[in-house]
């Protein structure tokens, strides 16, 4: 490395270093759609790790699933706005769209890996239900993440406390709602208020979505 760069190196790095470090959650999924239990589960984690901000990551293609089936049944867009009409009370909660701008599958590594050198003074927290707990060794350079990043494992009824990687487990109020049950209730002409935001429910309706 030469002189210049050293420097240049050396003068980010004390940059960043007067700022405090900052502390994120991030919530990743398909979003398809948004709905209370995630804004519950965002907010719950939140308050109990003290956390300044809570990022929604949306996925583009989401990994650990066939890739036909994971692709959501509406465009892209509408997923996004309605995390944008979701979250847009709560000055805590953020909509990030690094996986959607990348494009292709949403490997959580390189998304984590471009967030960090993005914000370098942040500690990142990556929250996932407890059931997908049991499913970290089959991750994508899951060995490496653990160190980059803290996984916070939101606690669920018939899932143990237990995995070979370390875990900040979470309790919150469980909600029995699902973006699957939702698309379903919708496409049978059944109420969904109270199961997303009313803002969420009249875009939905407004768009004809999940109607086929």
């Known amino acids: 490395m030469n002189t210049q760069k050293q420097l240049l190196t050396k003068a980010k790095l004390q940059f960043h270093s007067n700022f405090p470090k900052r502390h994120v959650g991030i919530l990743g999924g398909t979003f398809n759609p948004i709905h209370l239990g995630h804004l519950l589960i965002a907010e719950q984690v939140r308050e109990q790790l003290c956390l300044d901000k809570v990022l929604f990551l949306p996925d583009k293609i989401p990994p650990h699933r066939g890739v036909e089936k994971a692709i959501p049944t509406i465009a892209t867009d509408d997923r996004v ?31 984590i890996k471009m967030l960090q050198e993005l914000n370098p003074n942040t500690e990142y927290y990556f929250i996932i239900g407890g059931d997908m707990v049991e499913n970290l060794p089959k991750w994508s350079h899951i060995d490496e993440l653990v160190q980059m990043i803290h996984f916070v494992g939101v606690c669920r009824k018939g899932f143990e406390k237990k995995s070979n990687y370390p875990i900040l487990w979470v309790n919150t109020p469980e909600l029995e709602i699902s973006s699957s049950m939702i698309r379903q209730r919708v496409k049978k002409g059944q109420s969904i208020k109270y199961l997303v935001p009313d803002d969420v429910a009249w875009y939905i309706e407004d768009r004809g979505l999940y109607n086929d």
């Open 81 to 111: 706005e309605m995390i944008k009409l979701a979250i847009r009370n709560n000055p805590h909660f953020d909509l990030d769209l690094t996986d959607i701008r990348r494009g292709g599958v949403s490997y959580t590594y390189d998304t």
